[in-house]
């Protein structure tokens, strides 16, 4: 199959705030001096926004499931995605650090963290990664996806597929893909100097459809188009 794919993008790296709510934000320059309170030459260097944003574009020109898995470029059609990261530190020992990766996919990607250095941190994080798991694959299944299947009325049982005369006629498209989203949490708070707690949450939920084989001796067996829908809840 023919395909291909082209990514076409520039970089942004600058010293200035990233706005990202309001046009009419008051901002201003990172200060790149030394500030005296430095006595160490592995502390921070700069005070203020900091970052770099990456805007991307990707064009596929042939619908490809095997192409799309993991990716989440499946269809035919242009992409756009955005990565960077962002980053903010002061004086004060406040700090704030964002990640993102192929916003624009079906494979996303987001981390965040920020807080006040030694205090407390606060952390969140997103993440899709799509999974397909059969290609150009086809059912004579009726309900794919939900709790019932059904053959079509006018099915003619037998005990080999060369008997059943309306197979060809009732088969349809049936995508096996799954889809799963993670959800992360988390957040540390210090005291009394040697001690801190920390709270960590994730949700993982997956929904879809995949092949379900099932049968009895070699000539009464089928592979069904299973619906899938997990939910995960870990805390720690």
């Known amino acids: 199959m023919n395909r291909f794919s082209r990514k076409f993008g520039f970089s942004i790296s600058t010293l200035l705030p990233v706005i990202l709510l309001s046009a009419n934000t008051t901002v201003t320059l990172a200060d790149e001096t030394e500030p005296s309170i430095y006595s160490c030459t592995a502390c921070v260097k700069y005070t203020g926004w900091r970052g770099s944003i990456d805007f991307g574009a990707a064009y596929i020109n042939n619908d490809s499931y095997r192409f799309g898995d993991y990716r989440g470029l499946e269809k035919e059609g242009l992409y756009a995605a955005i990565d960077g990261d962002v980053h903010y530190r002061d004086l004060q020992g406040r700090y704030f650090d964002l990640y993102a990766h192929n916003l624009g996919y079906d494979s996303r990607e987001l981390d965040m963290r920020g807080g006040n250095q030694g205090f407390y941190e606060i952390r969140f994080g997103w993440q ?15 309900g794919m996806g939900g709790d019932n299947l059904t053959l079509p009325a006018d099915w003619v ?7 059943m005369s309306a197979l060809n006629s009732s088969l349809t498209v049936a ?14 708070v210090n005291f009394l100097s040697n001690w801190s707690y920390r709270i960590d949450y994730q949700r993982q939920e997956k929904k879809g459809t995949r092949t379900l084989g099932a049968g009895m001796y070699f000539s009464n067996a089928s592979i069904l188009p299973a619906p899938i829908d997990y939910t995960t809840d870990l805390f720690d």
């Open 128 to 142: 899709e990664i799509p999974k397909y798991r059969g290609y150009g694959t086809q059912t004579p299944f009726l």
């Open 175 to 188: 995508p096996l893909k799954t889809e799963r989203k993670i959800l992360d949490a988390g957040a540390t």
């Open 157 to 163: 049982r037998a005990n080999t597929t060369g008997g």
